[in-house]
């Protein structure tokens, strides 16, 4: 009963740009931890950039200085600003939370335990 949407993928020449939107619906009562994995064909799934409840960043060394992640908290999203963009961020890219759900009990609303949950990937295409 939550879900993560990926959005704003698509094909864009070398140098250019994308903004990459996730939006955690449903029974969403808390979200921790986020982040950006991708995977290029016949290579492992690798951690783009995370962000913290607290709003700390963390970035794998190839997009550093190039990608920028952060997150609207009120409203349950988390983007990837992506310039100066290379064929090799040619990926599908997913996103992923530690998401604690809403549960209604015969005692009333009850918070779930941290669970991570992703979204289904959006492909990003880097391409003359």
């Known amino acids: 009963q939550v879900q993560l949407v990926e959005s704003g993928g698509g094909l864009v020449q070398p140098g250019g740009s994308l903004r990459l939107s996730c939006v955690a619906s449903?029974?969403?009562?808390?979200?921790?931890?986020m982040g950006w994995y991708r995977q290029a064909p016949g290579r492992q799934r690798e951690l783009v950039a995370s962000?913290?409840?607290?709003?700390?960043?963390d970035y794998e060394d190839s997009v550093k200085g190039r990608f920028t992640i952060s997150r609207d908290s009120a409203k349950n999203t988390m983007y990837l600003q992506m310039n100066s963009l290379k064929p090799e961020d040619t990926a599908v890219y997913y996103c992923?939370?530690?998401?604690?759900?809403?549960?209604?009990?015969?005692?009333?609303?009850?918070?779930?335990?941290?669970?991570?949950?992703w979204g289904q990937g959006t492909q990003v295409t880097v391409s003359t």
């Open positions: 962000v913290s409840k607290d709003d700390l960043t």
């Open positions: 449903g029974k969403v009562f808390s979200i921790n931890s």
């Open positions: 992923t939370a530690e998401i604690s759900a809403l549960a209604r009990t015969g005692w009333g609303p009850s918070a779930l335990p941290y669970i991570d949950y």
